[in-house]
């Protein structure tokens, strides 16, 4: 019933660009904060990017100037615009969906493999 599901994942070079895309349904998605994780191999999941309702945002220090975090309430899609990659951002990504009440964040996508080569 409530999909997350990301796409634009991929293999791109050092330096070079992607923008990943997560399409929600199944839940009032333009009163939840969306926000992308990601989890390389052996280290633990790290917030990368969130958007809230009300379009604030924030990132990780790590990509902050270099990715950007959007979303389309119209189309129910949260976007994550990865700028002059480099190859410690492989990693699977994942978009979630936080509703602001009981819990942190309530849904997940089934991530997408993004590697970035040297």
């Known amino acids: 019933q409530v999909q997350l599901v990301e796409s634009g994942g991929g293999l791109v070079q050092a330096g070079g660009s992607l923008r990943l895309s997560c399409a929600a349904s199944g839940f009032f998605f333009s009163v939840y904060n969306m926000a992308w994780f990601r989890q390389a191999p052996g280290k633990q999941r790290e917030l990368v990017a969130a958007?809230?309702?009300?379009?604030?945002?924030k990132y990780a220090d790590s990509v902050k100037g270099r990715f950007t975090i959007s979303r389309d309430n119209a189309k129910n899609t949260a976007y994550l615009q990865m700028n002059s990659l480099k190859p410690e951002d492989t990693a699977v990504y994942y978009c979630?969906?936080?509703?602001?009440?009981?819990?942190?964040?309530?849904?997940w996508g089934q991530g997408t493999q993004v590697t970035v080569s040297s």
């Open positions: 979630a969906a936080d509703g602001r009440r009981r819990t942190d964040y309530d849904y």
């Open positions: 958007i809230t309702s009300d379009y604030n945002t």
